[in-house]
Structure formats: C-alpha cells, structure tokens
C-alpha cells in the first residue's frame, strides 16, 4: 500500500466530512486543550524556576563584563597617566643630564684654564731659575777665568817685560785692563757682525 492510500483510508474513518482551505492548517479544539493542560505547567515551571535563574546567571555576566570594563578602563587610565608621570620624568632627567653635562663642561673648561695658568706659571718660575742658575754659572766663570786669565796674562808679561810683576794691585790693574780690552774687542766685533 501507498502512504497516499493509508492517509486516504485514515480520513475516511474520522468522518465523513472532508476537510479543506484553513481549518486544514487549525488543530482541534481537544488537541488544543491538552496541548495547553500541558505548556501551561511547563511555562509555569519555566517562569518560575528556569527563567528567574537564567536572568541570575544573565545578570552575574553583565555585572562582571561592567566590572572588567570599569577595571580595564581604570587600568587605561592608570596607564595613561604613568606614562605621563614617566614621559614627565623623562623630560626632567634628560633636562638634569644636559644640565650635569654643561656643569661638567664647565668645570672641564676651568680646570684646564687652571692647569694651564698653573703649567704657564711652573714655566715661568722654571725658567726663571734656570736663568739665575746660568747668570750664577756664568758669574762664577767670569770670575774663575779671570783669575786664570790674570795669573796667565802676569805670568806672560813678566816674562815679555822681564820683571816679576808680584805687586798684587799692579797685577790686578792689568789683568782688569786686559780683560776690559777683550770685552770691548768682543762687543766690536758682535756689533760688527749683526
């Protein structure tokens, strides 16, 4: 047998009326009936059980995606203004060390103005010295040539003159004319050579 043959057989047995156009698609008043006697209890329950936990549990979610949105946006703003503090902060400790590095370039430049003017005045007095200490020399060996040229130049001239010259203020007078001749030979002749 065909489906088309069994629902044929099951409309034949209900009734003898057919049914057609709207009331095919509307349910009978008793399957209406049961049909409540049964969705009433459960929307009942539904209501009353279900839903109640439900709008809990709906509620809980919302309370804790505001709460980590107000923690997040209090984190934001935690985190902005610590940036600011350490962009401020930052701005502050490169101002000290362009500072510090000014200082320091300061100090740098005086203390090697110092130890120059200190270097130019170790010179000074070490040249001085060196000076005094060539003026000294130099005395001491115009003095020790004198006295050899003296001795040699009187040894000389008594053997030219033939006399001994042992007079001691004679001696002197012309070892100091003789050496008084020198110097005024010497100068001629540097002023010559100039």
Known sequence: MSALSTVGAVLAAKGSGEIDGIRLFVPASYDILWSLV?????????????????????????????????????????????????????????????RIREDARGEG????????????????????TAQRQIEAERQQAVVSLRAEVGTLATQLASKIVGEALDDQV?????????????????????????
């Open 38 to 98: 049964v969705v009433i209890p459960i929307a009942i329950l539904f209501y009353k059980v279900v839903l109640p936990k439900f709008t809990a549990v709906l509620d809980e979610r919302t309370e804790r995606i505001e709460g980590g949105i107000a923690k997040a946006e209090s984190a934001q703003a935690e985190a902005e203004a610590a940036l600011a503090r350490h962009t401020q902060e930052l701005a502050e400790a490169r101002a000290e060390a362009a």
């Open 109 to 128: 430049a005086a203390i090697v103005a110092e130890l120059r003017a200190k270097a130019g005045a170790d010179a000074e007095r070490i040249l001085e």
């Open 170 to 194: 004679r001696q002197s007078r012309v070892v100091d004319r003789f050496l008084d001749e020198l110097e005024a030979s010497i100068t001629a002749d540097a002023g010559k050579g100039k």
